[in-house]
T-cell receptor, first 116, second 113 residues
Framework: GAVVSQHPSWVICKSGTSVKIECRSL??????MFWYRQFPKQSLMLMAT?????????EQGVEKDKFLINHASLTLSTLTVTSAHPEDSSFYIC????????????FGEGSWLTVV | GESVGLHLPTLSVQEGDNSIINCAYS??????FIWYKQESGKGPQFIID?????DKRQGQRVTVLLNKTVKHLSLQIAATQPGDSAVYFC????????????FGQGTRLTINP
């Protein structure tokens, strides 16, 4: 079946630095990818919709200058957390929509970010 | 953001019993619904989906029921097993136009031996 891969699986960074998380669709092309953030014991919160070749659409309350999203190809979207702070520590999950029959949405395994 | 929940509802069932997890969705225009299972520290896993032109869909040990009148979904898991312990989320979207997938608050299912 379709697979979505995230890298890194976990990362620790110092406060004030930037960190990039990659989301790849391994065996299908995804014109649309989604980025979520999940805090402990909470649901997934949609941060932004990433569209290949165009600007991402951010949800209300999500700072686009802090969470930079780039969807440069049909198989890769990146999320860069700029000037990270401890409150940005969270589980970041991406998903990709398969445009074939069924329109299924596949999720990556998530990336743990800890800002110290 | 959407779907923020401070506390996950919990459901405990005995191994071998059936469990029913409920979900209320928010957008009456949503026409595609998905149940996901999330184990600790992992991304969501697809369980079963249903389109708005259906009321019921069955999979292996799982059944999803959709009531569009009251905007309600349920996931029934038959003969629960220890491996079913996880957090279960419903999600809704609109298929046309690659609309975003919005998650419900989730329910933690615990299977007691």
């Amino acid at each position: 079946g379709a697979v979505v891969s995230q890298h890194p699986s976990w990362v620790i960074c110092k406060s004030g630095t930037s960190v990039k998380i990659e989301c790849r669709s391994l065996d299908f092309q995804a014109t649309t990818m989604f980025w979520y953030r999940q805090f402990p014991k909470q649901s997934l919160m949609l941060m932004a919709t990433s569209n290949e070749g165009s600007k991402a659409t951010y949800e209300q309350g999500v700072e686009k200058d802090k969470f930079l999203i780039n969807h440069a190809s049909l198989t890769l979207s990146t999320l860069t957390v700029t000037s990270a702070h401890p409150e940005d520590s969270s589980f970041y999950i991406c998903s990709a929509r398969w445009t074939g029959p069924g329109n299924t949405i596949y999720f990556g395994e998530g990336s743990w970010l800890t800002v110290v | 953001g959407e779907s923020v929940g401070l506390h996950l509802p919990t459901l405990s069932v005995q191994e071998g019993d059936n469990s029913i997890i409920n979900c209320a969705y928010s957008n009456s225009a949503s026409d595609y619904f998905i149940w996901y299972k999330q184990e600790s520290g992992k991304g969501p896993q697809f369980i079963i989906d249903i389109r708005s032109n259906m009321d019921k869909r069955q999979g292996q040990r799982v059944t999803v029921l959709l009531n569009k009148t009251v905007k309600h979904l349920s996931l029934q898991i038959a003969a629960t097993q220890p491996g079913d312990s996880a957090v279960y989320f419903c999600a809704e979207t609109i298929i046309q136009g690659a609309q975003k997938l919005v998650f419900g608050q989730g329910t933690r299912l615990t299977i007691n031996p």
